[in-house]
Each structure stands twice: as C-alpha cells, then as structure tokens.
C-alpha cells in the first residue's frame, strides 16, 4: 500500500475551487439571484447563504473520497454499483447542458457591450474560441485553473466596487435583514424559482461531482499517484509539446499508519480552509454583491421581465461604468460556459472508460474528453444556429432536475464514505448535514413536479 504524500502547505492547494466557483457564475450569481432580487427584493438573499452552505459540505464529502483513494467518485460507484452508474453519469451529464443557454447570455451581453445588436453568430464564434482555448493548453486541468483564476481575480473586485459605489446605507441594511431573516419568503414567489435558487447557489447537479476530479488532478492526498489529461497534440512527436502522462482512474487507500493518518488530518483541515475561502466565502461575497447591485439599479423597474434584460438595464443605471460592467459580465458567462463544458466533457470521458475499460482504454481518455468537448460545442452551434436562445423558464426546469440528481448522489456519497476506514469517516454532524441537503433537494422537486 502507498504511503499517504505530505501535506502542501495552503498556498499551493488553491486551485480546484476556482472552477466550481467559476461553474456556478453564470447560472446563479450572475443570473438567477439578481433577476429573482430584481423581482422579488432582498428578502431571499439567506437562501443563497445557506444553499452554498449545504454544497460546501456537500462538496467536501466529495473531496474527502477522493483525498483518501486518489480514485474519483465515479469509480467508487463503478465498484460499488457496477458500469451501469458510469453510463448513468455520461448522459445525466451531457444532456441537461446540452441547450447554450449561458453562452446565449454572454454573447448578448458581450454584443451590448459594443453597441452592436446581438446575432447568432456572437454565441458561435465564443463556442469556437472556447473549443480553441481548451484545445492550445497541454494539461486539462491547468488550462480550467488559469482560465478561471483570471476571471474570478478580475471580475470579483469590479462587483465589489461598483457595489460599494452604487448601493446606498438603505440598501446594505435591506440585504443584511434579508441574510438573517431565514424562513421568510417574499410573497408571490414561485416554488420552482425559489428550489432554482437554492439549487444554483454554487454549482448545482452533477456539476459538484467534478470537484473530485479536479482534486485528484491537483494532486491532493493520494490524487498524486493519478496523472493528468493532456491535450491530444500534446502526443504528436515534436519535443516541446510534452509527453503523453499515465492516467490512473483507480485509486487504494492509504496504509493505516498513526503518520499516515495524521498526515490526512492535515490535509482534511487545510482544503476544509482552501474551499471555504474560494468556494464558500468568495461564492457568498459574488452572490451578495450582484444581489444588492441588482437591488440598487434596476428592482421594481417595469421593464426587467424574463430575460438577461435586466443586466442590460443594470448596466444603464451604471452610467459609464456600465460598459466595464457589462464587459466583465460577458467575461465571467464565458467563463462559466468553459467551466461547464469542460467539467462535464472530463466526467463524461472517464466514466465512458470505466462502463467497459477494454473497449475504451484508459490510455485515449485524452480523446474522449475532446470528442465530449466538441460534441458540446457542435450541439451548441447547432442550437445557435436555428435560433434559439434559452428562456429563464428553462434554468429553472433544469434546476428542478438537477435538484432530484442532487438528493440521489448525497445519499451516494455518504454511503461510498462510510465504506472507507473508521478513522476517515465523515462526522455524524457532517452526514447530518449531507442527509438534510438531500431531504431539501429531494422535498423541494418532488413538491414542484406535483404542483405541475
């Protein structure tokens, strides 16, 4: 058995968060919570604190299967479940992001941002450049990582500013009673809108299964014995595009050594610290801030409706500053769409590898996460190119969806943890916590899918 690695000091261990940060940008911090604040006023905003709150723990269960075994969760079910659970994740994965609805978003953004009228080819040319973006980098996960970091880095100070600029002492006092007065709901508000929110604070759906890949590429714990994806020319004989890694997609538990286990204590605490200050704290800031922008610039404006309108009415009330804002704004959904195209195109790569390994090797996952990538993009053009743009109401079906596939794998993941030694376990208080995430997730769907 290997010995469980050092562990990095925190520093060094920042870096998977970004990306599901980066995931969660465009379907609830940009979107979703200040078009609900717009509508419904700041009385909702402790639902996005405590839905983050729920996928931080949700998350860090996550981590914790894959910081022990250098093994993803996917083959953990594989194990437990059998290749039909591989199968079950490609097409839980790929389809419900199939619809560009975030790319739509940014491209019309990006189109106001210049003063040109947003056409089809706006959303086209960004799902070719995205394709090119993944495409020029070696390693996979060091392409999402940089990517992301710049746009977080970038985009979270402007959302700070101009919020500390624009809000007034009424509005900072609104959203702070809207933190703490848990339970209250503004009158009016749809169930469906309201399990949206809950369900985007952060990531949402198979998305959150992602952290553990991208905590094993890191190299977290015994994620160091496991290699990384490179970029298929990266194989071509010339000497400065690298050399192809190994990929291990199966993992072993550390030997039960007391330096082995107190190296994993140290581990545990230190990316318990890594994701709550990227994921969590950052995650609420963005959340809170674009809420409260939202609060100050455009709520109980007649002309807000359905649509991303609203951030085009934002960025008027800002002034000139509304084309820095609506600028970053198309940056950070492009992001997001980079973020979800990549993550589901890594899940769904490996889990092809492990529905029947001798058919598909583990030595072409390489290849399988471009053809998911492209596969993504070329469906997304498809959809661009006859015209359709992705309504609100279609976040919100999605999200019930992904509210029912996120009751399912909380009670997966605590179940593959508990199967791991006892000095690894999770605490009762954290398996309390996952069990109430999926009690709300499932509770929540099933009463919106009633409700029809």
Excluded at 209 to 236: D, W
Excluded at 301 to 325: D, H, R, W, Y
Excluded at 405 to 427: D, F
Aim: proline share 4%.
């Amino acid at each position: 058995m290997r010995e469980m690695p050092p562990a990095w000091r925190l520093s060094k261990l920042i870096g998977p968060s970004f990306i599901i940060l980066g995931v969660g940008l465009g379907t609830g911090e940009l979107i979703l919570w200040p078009y609900l604040v717009s509508n419904f006023g700041l009385n909702i905003a402790w639902v996005a604190v405590v839905g983050i709150t729920l996928q931080f723990f949700l998350n860090m269960e996550i981590e914790r299967y894959s910081l022990v075994t250098g093994e993803s969760v996917f083959a953990g079910w594989v194990k437990k479940w059998g290749p039909a659970a591989a199968g079950w994740f490609i097409v839980s994965t790929i389809v419900p992001w199939i619809w560009p609805g975030i790319i739509a978003s940014a491209a019309t953004v990006a189109a106001a941002a210049v003063g040109a009228e947003y056409s089809k080819w706006w959303g086209i040319g960004m799902l070719v450049i995205l394709g090119g973006i993944y495409s020029l980098g070696r390693i996979v996960y060091r392409t999402q990582e940089l990517v992301q970091k710049v746009i977080i880095l970038v985009g979270v100070p402007l959302v700070v500013g101009l919020a500390v600029w624009l809000a007034q002492w009424a509005g900072w006092v609104d959203l702070a009673m809207g933190v703490i007065n848990v339970g209250k709901l503004p009158e009016g508000i749809p169930v469906a809108t309201f399990l949206a929110a809950l369900v985007y604070s952060g990531a949402g759906g198979n998305l959150n299964l992602a952290q553990s890949l991208y905590v094993k590429e890191k190299g977290y714990g015994m994620g160091k014995y496991s290699g990384h994806i490179t970029n298929i020319l990266a194989r071509l004989p010339a000497g400065r595009q690298g050399r192809e890694e190994e990929v291990k997609l199966t993992g072993e538990v550390f030997a039960q050594t007391p330096e082995n286990i107190s190296r994993y204590k140290t581990w545990w605490k230190r990316i318990n610290l890594e994701h709550g200050i990227v994921f969590w704290a950052t995650g609420v800031l963005t959340m809170l801030l674009l809420m409260l922008l939202a609060y100050s610039t455009v709520h109980g404006n007649p002309e807000v409706g359905t649509s991303i309108k609203f951030v085009l009415l934002e960025a008027k009330a800002m002034g000139g500053f509304g084309t820095v804002f609506l600028a970053v704004v198309a940056v950070m959904l492009f992001g997001t769409q980079f973020a979800v195209y990549g993550s589901n195109a890594r899940m769904a790569a490996e889990n092809l590898v492990l529905v029947n390994s001798s058919r598909f090797g583990v030595h072409s996952i390489g290849k399988y996460f471009y053809g998911f990538l492209w596969l993504q993009i070329l469906a997304g053009i498809a959809v661009l190119g006859m015209g359709f743009i992705e309504p609100l109401a279609l976040v919100i079906t999605g999200a019930v969806l992904n509210a029912a596939a996120m009751c399912v794998y909380s009670i997966l993941i605590i179940g593959l943890n508990m199967s791991l030694p006892v000095a690894l376990r999770p605490s009762w208080w954290r398996v309390g916590i996952v069990g109430l995430a999926s009690v709300l997730y499932g509770g929540f769907a099933a009463f919106t899918l009633w409700n029809i």
